[in-house]
């Protein structure tokens, strides 16, 4: 029985195709790219989107409530792969108000619409050579079931 090479490309193609990592998405060259990497991520579960935007060692903080004085905070690298492990496709947001310091420095107020909750959040992002990214973001959980 001899191998036919022609009937053998398509599913050799398919199979490197399939092995090879996912391209790097493109640096956000705005702001606003940046917030759509952001929903991408979160809408996909995609953590390597999350990762380019996010600097590993950027600072996620969380307000227990809206009132409550209880601050945690972490790095991005250890609360990524939580974000992406639960993907949401529906998953919406919007700015509420921006502020330019400088060219390179823009802070956000965000909402974002996932999983059936409403986040608020501060986000602060630089733009490096790598593109626009988040360095800081600090979030106030609005839970659907609660009437914060």
């Not at 600072?59 to 409530?65: E, I, P």
């Not at 974000?83 to 310091?101: I, K, N, S």
């Not at 409403?118 to 790598?130: F, S």
């Amino acid at each position: 029985m001899s191998l036919d090479p022609v009937r053998l490309l398509p599913a050799c193609l398919a199979a490197l195709l399939a092995a090879a990592p996912a391209t790097a998405a493109p640096a956000p060259s705005s702001p606003e790219e940046a917030l759509e990497a952001y929903l991408g991520g979160l809408r996909s579960g995609r953590v390597e989107l999350l990762q380019g935007l996010f600097l590993p060692d950027g600072q996620f903080c969380t307000l227990a409530a809206e009132k409550s004085p209880a601050v945690d905070c972490q790095r991005f690298a250890d609360v990524i792969g939580s974000w992406a492990a639960e993907p949401d496709p529906t998953a919406t947001g919007r700015v509420l108000d921006r502020h330019d310091a400088a060219p390179s420095m823009s802070a956000i107020t965000y909402e974002l619409h996932f999983a059936g909750d409403r986040y608020v959040d501060q986000l602060l992002l630089y733009r490096t050579p790598a593109g626009w990214r988040v360095v800081a973001k600090t979030t106030v959980v609005k839970r659907a079931d609660t009437a914060q």
